[in-house]
């Protein structure tokens, strides 16, 4: 219980603050000036007139005793310590910069005792509370993709929790909100909400001697077989000597060595500088890109040197390379059915004469400007995202050579479909050539083998064909009836990896497995499809057809075509990132399941197939691949299931899912060290310095004495009593009492 004086509780603080000012006149002015017009008792006059004073004082303020129980509470303080990955990065060389901030949140809590601390972390998005171990607070490790102070202070502004008297930011003032140009009201504004000083503690004052890839540009979004302009932005800092920077821009490939895309010479100014690189990339979906340089002797932080990105490459059209031997009726229905869609870019041309053939005519009657078939094959092959080879013979023709061509196109990431007709497969002479060793099927070219069985067939649907996502439209169409058909070509055995969608219903292969008609599967980087017919036509002229209206023919193709650009409506699962990959931590895939692909109760569905997930690392080919087995799936449980990696070192990755013995759904990923958080090393302590001052806040380096401005504690009282001194008619009468005591020494002094 502590006790003290005060005033009266019905006496207002001015009235009060009056009181003693007339008081002091009184004293001061009034009663010094009489005192010089006295004739005698000086003493007396000045002991009685203070008497008085402090009567009439007591009489207007009536003092009380007030006994209270009361308990004081610290100010609520805030302490947002940076959990970006840029404290990650060497202080001195040697330890990180989270060694500083930890040790300066420990000194600020020390000489803060009186003060409520709450040390949250911030990084992207609103700031969570940091853990604790023993008591001690032990900040998370860097792991923040980003740090972002405006959305942790507009989420502080925002809680419904009480708000605190003041904000200790500690970092190293790299920020990516507020920006390095923001203004001193941009600033100003950060504390508005709040209404608090917001004060800042460096961690970090000297710069490591570093050069870096800081920055890359796009100008636009990145489109297959269109140049893309990048801007690159690299620095210097710390001392080191960089006049000019070689900077080079490469894509990580799975099925070969980086292939250079782009080189340029950065000329630095003031440790700063860019470069423009122009990079084509030929194949759609995610890719792989690392821009380097070539960093000076004496740079301390490697992991900054090259930046690994992922570009999702779309298509501003897809570009198919259509050869045919002859116009049957399947040439003519798939290539109306590709000039139809606005969304392919169809080069397509039959070749109707063998070099041996005698046409009885000049040469020069013959064509004025001859077709370019040996380009296409060569030069602009890379440019096509799918090739498809339809009742074509390329021996006859002079195209043998271009085989060995075509195949590395697929390895390397292209599209190839081979439909079947008289010459076609091992009626084409296909068999035993490099083209037949990426086909999703093997051919038999021993002497005597047959080509073709041309009987009428209906092809069977399979289990796998009727889950696969990719002919899902045109089951929803047909169901499981398809149309006969004019023969088919004699297919081997499937390929592992591949899948037989369609099958013969009587003949089989060597193996007495169902003879593939339809059969899909990945070779290499790319997909291939074996479609061992020349009579799909029917599915748009024939009885089913017309009940149909022919959609049948155009959802067939446009499930192969999409298949073969990884369509995600057509893939048999999706693979995607829950959050960016970093170096040396754990990676979430999130892999999903679409409904074709869900369980059912039946043979040959997702239920019953085992799923792999296998991640291999593009740019260190040799390393062993990373295997890990998906849980299955059970009735009613989510489409979705995320799968922890184990950590990751920095590099390009490619992960694919497997689904039983089929093709597989592949994503391509980088994983960096510190990403844009480790690409400028620098600190930015002007940056703290201009935001303490802009709030009314004070700055401060981690190596300073840590003593804040903090706001003084708060005095809550929990039971209070009033006792009066004496009631006020007793002060009111010894005013009285004084008061004439007073007048009567006046009057013997001789004043009036």
């Not at 140009?181 to 508005?192: F, H, I, M, T």
């Not at 990580?252 to 950065?266: C, F, K, N, Q």
């Not at 990923?669 to 090393?681: P, V, Y």
């Amino acid at each position: 219980m502590h006790e003290r004086l005060a005033v009266n509780g019905d006496l207002p603080l001015w009235a009060t603050v009056l009181a003693c000012a007339l008081a002091a006149l009184s004293l001061g002015v009034l009663l010094a000036s009489e005192l010089r017009r006295r004739e005698r008792g000086g003493p007396l006059i000045v002991a009685t007139g203070l008497l008085a004073v402090v009567g009439l004082l007591a009489a207007v303020a009536r003092p009380v005793r007030i006994a209270a129980r009361e308990s004081v509470i610290g100010a609520k303080v805030i302490v947002l310590a940076d959990t970006s990955r840029s404290m990650a990065l060497p202080q001195n060389g040697t330890s990180p910069r989270t060694v500083v901030r930890d040790a300066a949140i420990g000194e600020i809590t020390k000489k803060a005792k009186e003060a409520r601390l709450h040390v949250l972390g911030f990084g992207d998005g609103a700031p969570v509370p940091l853990g604790e171990s023993k008591g001690v607070t032990t900040p998370s490790p860097p792991s923040a993709p980003r740090s972002d102070l405006t959305s942790a202070l507009r989420a502080l502004a925002a809680s419904a929790e009480e708000r605190p008297q003041a904000i200790v930011v500690v970092s190293d003032g790299r920020l990516d909100d507020p920006g390095e140009d923001a203004s001193r009201e941009q600033l100003q504004a950060l504390g508005r909400d709040l209404k608090v000083p917001i004060h800042t503690v460096a961690t970090t004052a000297v710069s490591p001697p570093d050069a870096s890839v800081r920055r890359v540009a796009a100008a636009g979004a990145a489109v297959a077989h269109v140049p893309l302009p990048l801007k690159v932005e690299v620095g210097c800092a710390g001392g080191l000597s960089c006049d000019e920077l070689t900077v080079t821009a490469r894509e990580l490939r799975e099925d070969g060595p980086p292939a250079l895309l782009a080189t340029g010479l950065s000329h630095l100014k003031d440790g700063k500088g860019t470069v423009d690189l122009a990079v084509t990339l030929d194949r759609a979906g995610a890719r792989i890109l690392e821009i380097a340089i070539t960093p000076p002797g004496g740079d301390t932080i490697p992991e900054n040197d090259r930046r690994l990105l992922t570009f999702n490459v779309a298509r501003e059209r897809v570009r198919v390379l259509h050869v045919a031997g002859r116009p049957t009726s399947d040439v003519r229905a798939l290539r109306q059915w590709l000039k139809s869609d606005a969304s392919v870019d169809v080069v397509a041309f039959f070749i109707l004469r063998t070099q041996s053939d005698t046409p009885n005519a000049r040469q020069e009657d013959l064509s004025l400007i001859p077709f370019p078939v040996d380009e296409l094959f060569t030069e602009h092959l890379p440019s096509f995202d799918a090739v498809v080879l339809q009742d074509f013979d390329a021996q006859p023709y002079g195209l043998e050579r271009h085989l060995p061509q075509l195949a590395r196109y697929v390895k390397a990431g292209g599209g190839l479909i081979m439909v079947g007709g008289q010459n076609s497969f091992v009626a084409g002479g296909y068999a035993n050539t490099p083209l037949a060793e990426v086909l999703p099927v093997t051919l038999d070219g021993s002497p005597g083998a047959t080509a073709a069985d041309v009987a009428n067939v209906t092809p069977a649907w399979t289990d796998d064909g009727r889950a696969a996502p990719l002919l899902s439209p045109l089951h929803d169409i047909v169901g499981e009836e398809l149309p006969q058909m004019p023969g088919a070509n004699v297919l081997g055995e499937v390929r592992p990896g591949g899948l037989v969608l369609w099958a013969h219903p009587t003949r089989t292969t060597k193996s007495g497995a169902p003879m593939p008609i339809l059969a899909i599967g990945d070779q290499g980087d790319g997909r291939s499809i074996a479609l061992g017919l020349d009579g799909a036509w029917q599915l748009e002229f024939s009885q089913l057809g017309a009940r149909t209206s022919g959609r049948g023919y155009g959802a067939l193709w446009d499930g192969l075509l999409g298949w073969l650009m990884r369509d995600p409506r057509f893939e048999p699962g999706q693979l995607e990132l829950v959050a960016p990959c970093v170096a040396d931590t754990r990676t979430l895939l999130r892999v999903r399941l679409p409904s074709a692909s869900a369980p059912k109760d039946g043979p040959g569905d997702a239920k019953s197939k085992d799923m792999i997930l296998e991640v291999r690392r593009l740019d260190k080919q040799g390393e062993a691949p990373v295997r890990v087995e998906v849980p299955k799936r059970t009735p009613g449980s989510s489409s979705a299931v995320e799968i922890a990696l184990p950590p990751l070192a920095a590099g390009g990755y490619t992960a694919r899912l497997k689904l039983g013995a089929g093709p597989t759904t592949r994503r391509d990923f980088a994983c960096e060290s510190g990403g844009d958080e480790w690409a400028d090393s620098r600190p930015d302590r002007e940056r703290l310095r201009a935001l303490a001052s802009a709030t009314g806040g004070s700055f401060h380096d981690a190596t300073d004495d840590l003593t804040l401005p903090l706001p003084k504690p708060a005095v809550v009282s929990a039971e209070r009593h009033v006792v009066p001194l004496a009631p006020p008619w007793a002060w009111t009468l010894a005013a009285a009492v004084a008061l004439g005591i007073h007048w009567f020494a006046r009057r013997r002094s001789g004043l009036s």
